[in-house]
């Protein structure tokens, strides 16, 4: 069983920037790649990043990818998410997901764990 909980959502201005963390507990981080997915008002949850096991790898949803950084520290078992250049658009709850299937990276459902999620608002 893993534990994970986001944290750092708020609001900011289009063009601002904000990072959010996810803090896993109750097994070994680094056997799971790690996600973060949106889930905007009124849509289904949609995938933002993943990280590998190691961090060696990441892979980007095109509508993020030169905006947005993910990244890991195994020693502090969290992932986060470094989000530049906000949008109005990018207004959603940031799930943070474990899993160990690389290759459905992007589904929901390649996921085992989820945290609660944290708002992030951004204002025109």
């Known amino acids: 069983q893993v534990q994970l909980v986001e944290s750092g959502g708020g609001l900011v201005q289009a063009g601002g920037s904000l990072r959010v963390a996810c803090v896993a507990s109750?097994?070994?981080?680094?056997?799971?790649?790690m996600a973060w997915f949106q889930q905007p008002p009124g849509l289904e949850r949609e995938f933002v990043a993943a990280?590998?096991?190691?961090?060696?790898?990441?892979s980007y949803a095109d509508f993020v990818k030169g905006r947005f950084t993910i990244s890991r520290d195994n020693a502090k078992n969290t992932v986060y998410l470094q989000m530049n250049s906000l949008k109005p658009e990018d207004t959603a709850v940031y799930y943070c997901?474990?899993?160990?299937?690389?290759?459905?990276?992007?589904?929901?459902?390649?996921?085992?764990?989820w945290g609660q999620g944290t708002q992030v608002t951004v204002s025109s």
């Open positions: 997901a474990a899993g160990n299937d690389w290759y459905r990276r992007q589904t929901t459902t390649a996921y085992d764990y």
């Open positions: 109750g097994s070994t981080f680094g056997n799971y790649i």
């Open positions: 990280v590998s096991y190691s961090g060696s790898s990441t």
